[in-house]
T-cell receptor, first 112, second 115 residues
Framework: DQQVKQNSPSLSVQEGRISILNCDYTNSMFDYFLWYKKYPAEGPTFLISISSIKDKNEDGRFTVFLNKSAKHLSLHIVPSQPGDSAVYFCAAVSGGSYIPTFGRGTSLIVHP | NAGVMQNPRHLVRRRGQEARLRCSPMKGHSHVYWYRQLPEEGLKFMVYLQKENIIDESGMPKERFSAEFPKEGPSILRIQQVVRGDSAAYFC?????????????FGPGTRLLVL
């Protein structure tokens, strides 16, 4: 029973355009959300996070949006660059926990 | 300013052998987490340790798997009598204080292949 779902296994985007990666969750106890980026043969790298008290968090080219009523979050990358090509994992944490629950990841390919 | 280190990066074992995976946390971090990633899956939490203590092992199989984080040296994830289903990438992460919502920093992983 997946509590964090990334329904698109892959996404292909042209360089300079916007990349939108989506994530849905089912557990209403989740109150902190993270995005990790992973290159092949490397470990995940923390990218950006958002607390449930916010609906948007921005860091440079990366913005995460949270829609609590829909239990949905998305990561926007604009403009996309070829170096952004990686697998992106959405993760969620319940209040009082220290262990994130991960989605299966979305593989982003940014074409030059 | 080394990050989280894991070795070996690749490990091949035959069924029934033992696998030992090592993790050295980032400097100044005393909290270590182990995750497993099966093919086409997300990372699944296995165990959370502090120095000389297992804090949470709720994600670790009851049999054949054990973990430790001694006072000196790296954290060790040990898998006895490996089976083909143990083939996966094993990632270690560390954090400074273990507080909730604290960012965990991941190592490069150990890819275990059981023949």
């Amino acid at each position: 029973d997946q509590q964090v779902k990334q329904n698109s296994p892959s996404l292909s985007v042209q360089e300079g355009r916007i990349s939108i990666l989506n994530c849905d969750y089912t557990n209403s106890m989740f109150d902190y959300f993270l995005w990790y980026k992973k290159y092949p043969a490397e470990g995940p790298t923390f990218l950006i996070s958002i607390s449930s008290i916010k609906d948007k968090n921005e860091d440079g080219r990366f913005t995460v949006f949270l829609n609590k009523s829909a239990k949905h979050l998305s990561l926007h990358i604009v403009p996309s660059q070829p170096g952004d090509s990686a697998v992106y994992f959405c993760a969620a944490v319940s209040g009082g926990s220290y262990i994130p629950t991960f989605g299966r990841g979305t593989s982003l390919i940014v074409h030059p | 300013n080394a990050g989280v280190m894991q070795n070996p990066r690749h490990l091949v074992r035959r069924r029934g052998q033992e696998a030992r995976l090592r993790c050295s946390p980032m400097k100044g971090h005393s909290h270590v987490y182990w995750y497993r990633q099966l093919p086409e899956e997300g990372l699944k939490f296995m165990v959370y340790l502090q120095k000389e203590n297992i804090i949470d092992e709720s994600g670790m199989p009851k049999e054949r798997f054990s973990a430790e984080f001694p006072k000196e040296g790296p954290s060790i994830l040990r898998i006895q009598q490996v089976v083909r289903g143990d083939s996966a990438a094993y990632f270690c992460a560390s954090s400074p204080t273990g507080q909730t919502q604290e960012t965990q920093y991941f190592g490069p992983g150990t890819r275990l292949l059981v023949l």
